[in-house]
Each structure stands twice: as C-alpha cells, then as structure tokens.
C-alpha cells in the first residue's frame, strides 16, 4: 500500500533563511500531493497542492516540488519568520478524495 | 462561511460513557471526512462520506465507534463504549467536487479525554 513519509525530526532555522521538509512516498506516483500548516491546538490549513505532471509551484515565499523519479516532493520557506513556525503535514490524495497524511515536521524559526 | 464547525472543543468522559461528536461541514461541500490524530499514530482517516454516503469506513478502529450523515448539513461520530485508549483530536473536514478544488477544509476538531 502507498506510504508517505516525512522527516519526524524537528527543524530549526534561523530567521531569514529557507527552510526545506521533504515528503517522501512508496510505490506509485499520487496524481496530487497535497502541503498543509497545523498550529497547536487547531486543525491543519491547506497552503499548497502541486500535480503529478508539474515540477513546480509556487505561492508567495512558499515553494513546492514534485519529483517523480526520487518519489519525493520538497516544501520551501524562503526568507523564513518566527510566524513561520508550524507543524507542515504532506498528503496524498487518494482515489476519492480522501487524504492520507504523513506524520509532518514540526518547523522552529529562531529569532 | 464560518468554515467547518465542530463541538465540543473539549470533551472528558468516564470509561464506558458514549461520546457523541458532532459536525457541520462548510455548505455546498458534498465531501465529509473523520479524522482522529494523535502523537503516536498521527492523522488517521476513519471514514468519509460523499453526498451523505459512507464511502469508506476502513479506517474506523472497532465496532464501538460509528458515523452517521443524515443530511448535508451535519454529521456525528459516535464511541460507544468509550476507552481510554480513544483519547485524541477528532477532527472533521470536507472538500467540494472539482477539478481544482481537492483541498480539504478542517475544523479546530475536538480534544477528547477518557479516563
């Protein structure tokens, strides 16, 4: 069955930098891979969806690719802010709409 | 739109208490999921609807819990009996037919504790 995986590692950056989360999946290509925030305490919020055939997309400081053949999509923050710190969750979507989740990374911007 | 409404925020119960959660999607989304997150296992998905419909409910843990959807406008997640073991963030979410629009809208869930 398909898997995503993403790195259950904390990360910490500096304000000012980029910050990049990778989401990694099994077996077949997902036809959209799907990037959320969640804060504590609340539900996760949609930020950025990239398709199979696109290598790329974009939104505002926000960046998402999609490869393929690593089976991987990576998430960018550029110019990163302490507002920026979050829980970032990938997701595939299944046949029917239904999301399945990776276990997300958890995203510190150090003033 | 207020977005997806959920409640209670909070619920604690005694072992063995039914627990009735409750949704309203966002109006005009004929999808509605149930997810249940915690840190052990993360987000789950235990059942979702389409058009009122219980399309798949693999993901639903036992017998003890159920879903219902009487209309589109609302719909419950029941335990019963509950276990300290279903303690979580039960969240709902729902998303709208269309090619672009797969995106799921979450509420702010419901924190449930079973002791």
């Known amino acids: 069955s398909q898997k995503i995986e993403q790195n259950s590692e904390a990360l910490n950056i500096q304000e000012g930098k980029t910050a990049t989360l990778t989401c990694n999946y099994t077996?077949?290509?997902?036809?959209?891979l799907q990037w959320y925030r969640q804060d504590p305490g609340r539900g996760p919020v949609f930020l950025l969806l990239i398709r199979e055939n696109e290598k790329e997309k974009r939104k505002e400081r926000l960046k998402v690719t999609f490869d393929t053949t690593l089976k991987q999509s990576l998430f960018h923050i550029t110019a990163s802010q302490p507002a920026d710190s979050a829980t970032y969750l990938c997701?595939?979507?299944?046949?029917?709409?239904?999301?399945?989740f990776g276990s997300g990374t958890q995203l510190t911007v150090l003033p | 739109d207020a977005g997806v409404i959920q409640s209670p925020r909070h619920e604690v119960t005694e072992m063995g208490q039914e627990v009735t959660l409750r949704c309203k999607p966002i109006s005009g989304h004929d999808y509605l999921f149930w997810y249940r997150q915690t840190m052990m296992r993360g987000l789950e998905l235990l059942i979702y609807?389409?058009?009122?419909?219980?399309?798949?409910d693999s993901g639903m843990p036992e017998d003890r819990f159920s879903a219902k959807m009487p209309n589109a406008s609302f719909s419950t997640l029941k335990i019963q009996p509950s276990e300290p073991r279903d303690s979580a963030v039960y969240f709902c979410?729902?998303?709208?037919?269309?090619?672009?629009?797969?995106?799921?809208?979450f509420g702010q869930g419901t924190r449930l504790t079973v002791v």
């Open positions: 609807f389409n058009n009122n419909v219980p399309i798949d």
């Open positions: 979410a729902s998303s709208s037919t269309g090619p672009k629009n797969t995106e799921a809208f």
């Open positions: 077996n077949y290509s997902p036809a959209y």
């Open positions: 997701a595939y979507t299944g046949s029917a709409r239904q999301l399945t």
